[in-house]
Protein backbone atom coordinates (compact mmCIF):
# COMPACT_ATOMS: atom_id res chain seq x y z
CA UNK A 1 0.00 0.00 0.00
CA UNK A 2 1.27 3.43 -1.04
CA UNK A 3 0.28 6.71 -0.11
CA UNK A 4 0.97 9.64 -2.46
CA UNK A 5 0.03 13.04 -0.72
CA UNK A 6 -1.24 15.37 -3.68
CA UNK A 7 -2.71 17.93 -1.23
CA UNK A 8 -0.84 18.42 2.65
CA UNK A 9 -2.06 22.17 3.33
CA UNK A 10 -4.24 22.91 5.94
CA UNK A 11 -7.58 25.03 5.55
CA UNK A 12 -6.03 27.27 2.76
CA UNK A 13 -3.61 26.68 -0.15
CA UNK A 14 0.06 27.68 1.04
CA UNK A 15 3.07 28.51 -1.58
CA UNK A 16 4.11 24.33 -2.04
CA UNK A 17 0.96 23.10 -0.53
CA UNK A 18 -2.35 21.86 -2.15
CA UNK A 19 -5.11 21.31 -0.13
CA UNK A 20 -6.01 18.12 1.19
CA UNK A 21 -6.04 15.07 -0.39
CA UNK A 22 -4.38 11.64 -0.94
CA UNK A 23 -4.40 8.98 -3.09
CA UNK A 24 -4.03 5.14 -1.08
CA UNK A 25 -2.29 2.42 -4.07
CA UNK A 26 -2.41 -1.11 -3.49
CA UNK A 27 -1.51 -3.88 -6.20
CA UNK A 28 -5.82 -3.82 -7.20
CA UNK A 29 -6.66 -0.63 -7.32
CA UNK A 30 -6.44 3.11 -6.26
CA UNK A 31 -8.58 5.54 -3.17
CA UNK A 32 -8.53 8.75 -3.14
CA UNK A 33 -9.13 10.24 0.56
CA UNK A 34 -10.69 13.83 0.31
CA UNK A 35 -9.97 16.14 -3.16
CA UNK A 36 -8.65 19.29 -1.81
CA UNK A 37 -6.14 19.37 -4.45
CA UNK A 38 -6.84 19.34 -8.02
CA UNK A 39 -6.68 15.82 -7.82
CA UNK A 40 -7.15 15.06 -12.03
CA UNK A 41 -4.25 17.06 -12.14
CA UNK A 42 -2.32 15.78 -9.74
CA UNK A 43 -2.84 12.07 -10.90
CA UNK A 44 -2.01 13.04 -14.55
CA UNK A 45 1.17 15.01 -13.46
CA UNK A 46 2.48 11.56 -11.55
CA UNK A 47 1.61 9.88 -14.62
CA UNK A 48 -0.87 7.54 -12.53
CA UNK A 49 -2.93 4.79 -14.95
CA UNK A 50 -6.67 6.61 -14.30
CA UNK A 51 -8.56 3.20 -14.73
CA UNK A 52 -6.86 1.70 -11.80
CA UNK A 53 -8.96 4.50 -9.68
CA UNK A 54 -11.90 2.19 -8.01
CA UNK A 55 -13.15 5.02 -5.16
CA UNK A 56 -13.21 8.45 -3.72
CA UNK A 57 -14.11 9.14 -0.15
CA UNK A 58 -14.88 12.89 0.86
CA UNK A 59 -14.45 13.48 4.79
CA UNK A 60 -16.06 16.83 4.77
CA UNK A 61 -17.68 19.12 2.99
CA UNK A 62 -15.40 21.95 4.01
CA UNK A 63 -14.11 23.34 0.41
CA UNK A 64 -10.30 22.67 1.12
CA UNK A 65 -11.76 18.93 1.21
CA UNK A 66 -13.51 18.91 -1.71
CA UNK A 67 -13.12 21.67 -4.15
CA UNK A 68 -10.78 19.52 -6.85
CA UNK A 69 -13.81 17.00 -7.12
CA UNK A 70 -14.98 19.28 -10.46
CA UNK A 71 -12.39 18.27 -12.33
CA UNK A 72 -12.05 14.65 -11.38
CA UNK A 73 -15.74 14.40 -12.00
CA UNK A 74 -16.40 16.36 -14.85
CA UNK A 75 -13.88 14.74 -17.14
CA UNK A 76 -14.04 10.93 -17.10
CA UNK A 77 -17.79 11.24 -19.13
CA UNK A 78 -15.93 13.12 -22.31
CA UNK A 79 -12.51 12.68 -22.13
CA UNK A 80 -10.95 9.88 -19.79
CA UNK A 81 -12.51 7.01 -20.60
CA UNK A 82 -10.95 4.21 -19.15
CA UNK A 83 -12.42 5.61 -15.63
CA UNK A 84 -15.39 4.03 -13.87
CA UNK A 85 -15.57 4.27 -10.13
CA UNK A 86 -17.61 5.31 -7.22
CA UNK A 87 -17.50 8.83 -5.13
CA UNK A 88 -18.74 8.39 -1.37
CA UNK A 89 -20.31 12.01 0.06
CA UNK A 90 -20.78 12.21 3.61
CA UNK A 91 -24.05 14.22 3.66
CA UNK A 92 -26.64 14.63 0.58
CA UNK A 93 -26.50 18.32 0.17
CA UNK A 94 -23.20 18.59 -0.70
CA UNK A 95 -23.42 15.34 -3.25
CA UNK A 96 -26.79 17.39 -4.62
CA UNK A 97 -24.60 20.10 -5.13
CA UNK A 98 -22.20 18.60 -7.15
CA UNK A 99 -24.58 16.79 -9.02
CA UNK A 100 -26.61 20.30 -10.00
CA UNK A 101 -22.67 21.89 -11.12
CA UNK A 102 -22.16 18.70 -13.16
CA UNK A 103 -25.67 19.50 -14.41
CA UNK A 104 -25.11 22.76 -15.40
CA UNK A 105 -21.93 22.46 -17.42
CA UNK A 106 -24.36 20.06 -19.84
CA UNK A 107 -22.93 16.76 -17.67
CA UNK A 108 -25.60 14.61 -17.71
CA UNK A 109 -23.59 11.44 -16.78
CA UNK A 110 -22.13 8.57 -18.39
CA UNK A 111 -22.68 5.58 -15.57
CA UNK A 112 -19.03 5.56 -15.08
CA UNK A 113 -18.77 8.01 -11.88
CA UNK A 114 -21.20 6.95 -9.31
CA UNK A 115 -21.58 8.68 -6.23
CA UNK A 116 -23.34 7.76 -3.37
CA UNK A 117 -24.21 9.28 0.55
CA UNK A 118 -22.42 7.20 3.28
CA UNK A 119 -23.11 6.66 6.91
CA UNK A 120 -20.66 5.66 9.36
CA UNK A 121 -19.42 2.03 9.85
CA UNK A 122 -18.71 0.14 6.85
CA UNK A 123 -19.15 2.23 3.66
CA UNK A 124 -17.05 0.38 0.42
CA UNK A 125 -15.40 -3.31 0.15
CA UNK A 126 -14.58 -4.74 -3.15
CA UNK A 127 -12.61 -8.30 -3.18
CA UNK A 128 -9.03 -6.67 -2.05
CA UNK A 129 -10.12 -3.62 0.14
CA UNK A 130 -13.27 -2.19 2.82
CA UNK A 131 -13.41 1.10 3.90
CA UNK A 132 -15.17 2.43 7.29
CA UNK A 133 -16.50 5.84 8.16
CA UNK A 134 -15.89 7.11 11.91
CA UNK A 135 -17.57 10.36 12.87
CA UNK A 136 -15.87 13.24 14.01
CA UNK A 137 -17.81 16.05 15.59
CA UNK A 138 -15.46 18.68 13.73
CA UNK A 139 -18.42 20.62 12.32
CA UNK A 140 -21.23 20.76 14.46
CA UNK A 141 -24.65 20.57 13.09
CA UNK A 142 -23.31 18.65 9.75
CA UNK A 143 -21.67 14.97 9.39
CA UNK A 144 -17.58 14.56 9.41
CA UNK A 145 -15.80 11.41 9.50
CA UNK A 146 -12.48 10.17 9.20
CA UNK A 147 -11.84 6.54 7.37
CA UNK A 148 -10.07 3.36 8.14
CA UNK A 149 -8.52 1.87 4.72
CA UNK A 150 -7.73 -2.33 4.86
CA UNK A 151 -6.08 -3.93 1.97
CA UNK A 152 -3.02 -5.96 1.47
CA UNK A 153 -2.84 -7.25 5.06
CA UNK A 154 -2.63 -3.42 6.71
CA UNK A 155 -4.39 -0.77 8.17
CA UNK A 156 -4.49 2.69 7.72
CA UNK A 157 -6.34 5.79 9.28
CA UNK A 158 -6.85 8.91 8.19
CA UNK A 159 -8.29 11.03 11.06
CA UNK A 160 -10.33 14.03 8.35
CA UNK A 161 -10.58 17.14 10.45
CA UNK A 162 -11.17 16.89 14.05
CA UNK A 163 -12.98 18.99 16.76
CA UNK A 164 -10.89 20.91 19.60
CA UNK A 165 -11.08 17.55 22.12
CA UNK A 166 -8.57 16.37 19.04
CA UNK A 167 -11.83 13.72 19.00
CA UNK A 168 -10.13 10.24 16.45
CA UNK A 169 -11.68 7.20 17.52
CA UNK A 170 -10.51 5.23 20.53
CA UNK A 171 -9.53 1.64 18.86
CA UNK A 172 -6.01 3.69 18.09
CA UNK A 173 -5.80 3.20 21.58
CA UNK A 174 -6.07 -0.52 21.65
CA UNK A 175 -5.14 -1.87 18.21
CA UNK A 176 -1.97 -1.23 16.50
CA UNK A 177 -2.76 -0.03 13.06
CA UNK A 178 -0.12 0.21 10.34
CA UNK A 179 -0.35 3.97 10.34
CA UNK A 180 -2.54 7.12 11.08
CA UNK A 181 -2.68 10.19 9.38
CA UNK A 182 -4.02 13.07 11.46
CA UNK A 183 -4.43 16.61 11.31
CA UNK A 184 -3.19 19.43 13.55
CA UNK A 185 -4.73 22.87 12.75
CA UNK A 186 -7.68 22.66 15.44
CA UNK A 187 -5.89 22.38 18.34
CA UNK A 188 -2.68 23.41 20.30
CA UNK A 189 0.32 20.68 18.31
CA UNK A 190 1.19 19.90 22.44
CA UNK A 191 -2.42 18.47 23.10
CA UNK A 192 -1.87 16.06 19.84
CA UNK A 193 1.25 14.63 21.29
CA UNK A 194 0.00 14.63 24.39
CA UNK A 195 -3.36 12.10 23.37
CA UNK A 196 -0.48 10.45 20.83
CA UNK A 197 1.15 9.10 23.96
CA UNK A 198 -1.52 6.46 24.36
CA UNK A 199 -1.46 5.71 20.43
CA UNK A 200 -0.62 2.25 19.39
CA UNK A 201 -0.16 3.16 15.83
CA UNK A 202 3.18 2.13 14.09
CA UNK A 203 3.48 5.52 12.18
CA UNK A 204 1.79 8.55 12.65
CA UNK A 205 1.70 10.81 9.67
CA UNK A 206 0.64 14.87 9.99
CA UNK A 207 -0.52 16.86 7.79
CA UNK A 208 -3.30 19.86 7.50
CA UNK A 209 -0.94 21.65 10.04
CA UNK A 210 -1.95 24.98 11.11
CA UNK A 211 -0.29 27.80 12.29
CA UNK A 212 2.73 26.64 10.81
CA UNK A 213 4.58 27.21 14.01
CA UNK A 214 2.76 23.82 14.99
CA UNK A 215 5.33 22.01 12.64
CA UNK A 216 8.50 22.99 14.98
CA UNK A 217 6.27 22.23 18.14
CA UNK A 218 5.48 18.42 16.56
CA UNK A 219 9.29 17.90 15.92
CA UNK A 220 10.27 18.95 19.00
CA UNK A 221 7.86 16.54 20.57
CA UNK A 222 8.62 13.84 17.99
CA UNK A 223 11.23 11.87 20.08
CA UNK A 224 9.30 11.50 22.96
CA UNK A 225 6.26 9.74 21.66
CA UNK A 226 6.33 5.53 21.45
CA UNK A 227 4.99 5.91 17.43
CA UNK A 228 7.58 7.18 14.75
CA UNK A 229 5.73 10.69 13.73
CA UNK A 230 6.53 12.06 9.97
CA UNK A 231 5.38 15.07 7.99
CA UNK A 232 5.18 14.81 4.25
CA UNK A 233 5.24 17.39 1.50
CA UNK A 234 2.95 17.35 -1.16
CA UNK A 235 4.15 15.04 -3.68
CA UNK A 236 5.32 12.66 -1.39
CA UNK A 237 5.23 9.17 -1.61
CA UNK A 238 5.18 6.78 1.85
CA UNK A 239 4.97 2.67 1.43
CA UNK A 240 3.05 1.41 4.27
ZN1 LIG B 1 -9.64 21.07 6.67
ZN1 LIG C 1 -12.83 21.15 8.07
Known sequence: ????????????QAPGRYCQSMLVDTENGGYII?????????????????????AVFITHMHSDHIEGIFGLLSRPCGYFKEMDFD???????????VQRFLRAEGNDGCGRVRMHRMEQ????RDRWTAVSAYPTGHLKNRPA????????????????DLD?????PRF????????FVVECAHFPAENLAARLQHCKARRVIVIHVWPEGQYDVLRALAGMLP??????????CLTI
Do not use: Q, W
Open 34 to 54: DAGAPVMDCLLRMGYSLGKLK
Open 172 to 179: LEEEAVDA
Open 227 to 236: CKMEFPDDGD
Open 145 to 160: YGYLLEAEGKKLYISG
Open 87 to 97: VYFPETEGMDS
Open 1 to 12: MKITFLGTSHGV
Open 121 to 124: GEVY
Open 164 to 168: RNIDY
